[in-house]
T-cell receptor, first 111, second 114 residues
Framework: EDQVTQSPEALRLQEGESSSLNCSYTVSGLRGLFWYRQDPGKGPEFLFTLYSAGEEKEKERLKATLTKKESFLHITAPKPEDSATYLC????????????FGRGTSLIVHP | DTGVSQDPRHKITKRGQNVTFRCDPISEHNRLYWYRQTLGQGPEFLTYFQNEAQLEKSRLLSNRFSAERPKGSFSTLEIQRTEQGDSAMYLCASMGRGGTDTQYFGPGTRLTVL
């Protein structure tokens, strides 16, 4: 059974204070690892897909990296508008592309 | 807007009533998924359609829940005899044809059962 553990559960940063969110996973053959952003009361918004160890992707202040056991979402010089819950999910090879989600990291960036 | 849409956005009902939610996926997407999300949790898979065929259902899906996608376009999720434990956000996601694996989510329907 696929498992995803995200840490920390909550993170408070000052504007400009860079940090990283962690996603540890166990999967029987990784098809892909996904990062989503979710604002309160809204559906998850797709950020990145990573497929193999060593892969990196960037978007504005966000950078996602992947190893064989975990992924990091690095946030550089965050702004208050980056405040949200960040969800990590994995899909295993075969099957119906059904992802297993972690519980998310709630990020608050103070001005 | 060409994203996934869901209706209604909010639903308040009394225990024991039936409710139905609708999801309209991205037009060219043939795969559609329903999830449930409670506070502090990630989305939990409920069921999956490829075109009009319901291919997979979660073991956690009570027999009070039923979903349809009659023409392979929009989908409905019905909950019969609602219970307070059904209160949650119900999310719909769609995915394109082979070779892609990214799901795009709708805004969700927030259900409150009194």
């Amino acid at each position: 059974e696929d498992q995803v553990t995200q840490s920390p559960e909550a993170l408070r940063l000052q504007e400009g204070e860079s940090s990283s969110l962690n996603c540890s996973y166990t999967v029987s053959g990784l098809r892909g690892l996904f990062w989503y952003r979710q604002d309160p009361g809204k559906g998850p918004e797709f950020l990145f897909t990573l497929y193999s160890a060593g892969e990196e992707k960037e978007k504005e202040r966000l950078k996602a990296t992947l190893t064989k056991k975990e992924s990091f979402l690095h946030i550089t010089a965050p702004k208050p508008e980056d405040s949200a819950t960040y969800l990590c999910a994995v899909q295993h090879l075969g099957g119906s592309y059904i992802p297993t989600f972690g519980r998310g990291t709630s990020l608050i960036v103070h001005p | 807007d060409t994203g996934v849409s869901q209706d209604p956005r909010h639903k308040i009902t009394k225990r024991g009533q039936n409710v139905t939610f609708r999801c309209d996926p991205i037009s060219e997407h043939n795969r559609l998924y329903w999830y449930r999300q409670t506070l502090g949790q990630g989305p939990e898979f409920l069921t999956y359609f490829q075109n009009e065929a319901q291919l997979e259902k979660s073991r956690l899906l009570s027999n009070r829940f039923s979903a349809e996608r009659p023409k392979g376009s929009f989908s409905t999720l019905e909950i019969q005899r609602t219970e307070q434990g059904d209160s949650a956000m119900y999310l719909c996601a769609s995915m394109g044809r082979g070779g892609t694996d990214t799901q795009y989510f709708g805004p969700g329907t927030r259900l409150t059962v009194l």
